[in-house]
């Protein structure tokens, strides 16, 4: 069973270097703000399997894993998408070795799991989020759903301006 851990003590593990421990967790996603639209984790909050281990010299080694659902409007026709989402992100934290050995999600021996869980969706996230892989999107006259249309659906081009002086002609 997992236990609720947006937060996780890592001082009360007690592990030595070379230890590791996997643990089973349930932790909150929260929401994504994307090209100005705000998309759902499904659901906010997920299973999540976190492995630890302790390396030499304080510092820790860290595998976050999860799957989740980003729900919101497609970015092509703006119907309901949900598309889903595995997540499988590492951190490395070794205090005193220089900024990019240590992991902004660890504070003295607590780290924040959920905020690491919400960067880390948000990196996994498609850069479109669809209804489906093929969706055809809005017609560019009308705004209707090309999903929906079907093949039938088109507009007839608007006469070129450049003939219009043409059409004051009278003939007789």
């Known amino acids: 069973m997992s236990v ?3 937060e996780f003590d890592l001082a009360g593990l ?5 230890e590791g421990r996997r ?11 994307l090209a100005n ?14 492995d630890i281990s302790r390396m030499t010299g ?7 894993r999860f799957a989740a659902a980003i729900a919101g409007p497609c970015m092509r026709c703006l119907s309901p998408a949900a598309p889903g989402v595995a997540v499988d992100s590492r ?3 070794q205090p005193g ?3 990019e050995l240590e992991s902004p999600y660890v504070t003295g021996e607590v780290l924040d799991v959920s905020a690491w869980a919400h960067d880390a969706f948000a990196l996994a996230a498609p850069a479109q989020v669809l209804c489906r892989p093929d969706c055809l999107g809005l017609c560019q006259e009308c705004a209707a ?17 450049r003939w219009a002086k043409l059409r004051d002609l009278k003939l007789d």
């Open 4 to 6: 609720r851990a947006d």
């Open 14 to 18: 007690g592990l030595a270097a070379g």
């Open 23 to 33: 643990l089973e967790l349930r932790v909150r996603v929260g929401a994504l703000l």
């Open 37 to 50: 639209e705000r998309f759902e984790a499904v659901p906010p909050v997920v299973d999540a399997v976190l």
């Open 58 to 64: 304080f510092g820790y080694a860290f595998r976050l």
């Open 91 to 93: 951190e490395v934290h």
């Open 97 to 99: 070795s220089g900024p």
């Open 145 to 161: 759903n090309l999903n929906e249309a079907g093949p039938e659906h088109h507009h007839d081009r608007p006469p070129d301006p």
